[in-house]
């Protein structure tokens, strides 16, 4: 039951070059390590062996940004610390993607004073946000896989005016 049993004996399969691309991102996002609070053990956590990111391509967190493409914002961003955050942000190459992850990096959390950030998206654009606090390792899984959807159905070839 595959492509074999559709297509009969002609050994070819179609797709168009942006399914091909796509594809190809989702399958090969590296992560850049940016872990700021409790949000980061079940970071560590979904990238260990219970959960295992590596059957999506993404098992080495990447320590520098020039290495990665998605972002993985865990925990309370300071205002001290925005700065650096957008200065790594600038150096990851293009494509590049956001996800906020735990209630402090989405809206501030419970840390409602003039020190933290009211979400990462004050600094650097969100793609997706996952919620909880700490959020597990599960719904850090449902995000990636919805950053997934949204690549395959993006249209990276076209141009963007």
Known sequence: MGVETKLGNMGI???????????????????????????????????????????FG????????????LMIVAGRVTRKMAPVLRRLYDQMAEPKWVIAMGDCASCGGVFNNYAVLQGVDEVVPVDVYVAGCPPRPEQLIHGILTLHAKVRASHPLRQQG
């Open 13 to 55: 399969v179609t797709t168009t070059l942006e399914e091909a691309v796509n594809w190809a991102r989702t399958r090969a996002m590296w992560p850049l390590l940016f872990g700021l609070a409790c949000c980061a053990i079940e970071m560590m956590a979904t990238a260990a062996s219970h959960y295992d990111l590596a059957r």
């Open 58 to 69: 993404m098992e080495l967190m990447r320590p520098s940004p020039r290495q990665a493409d």
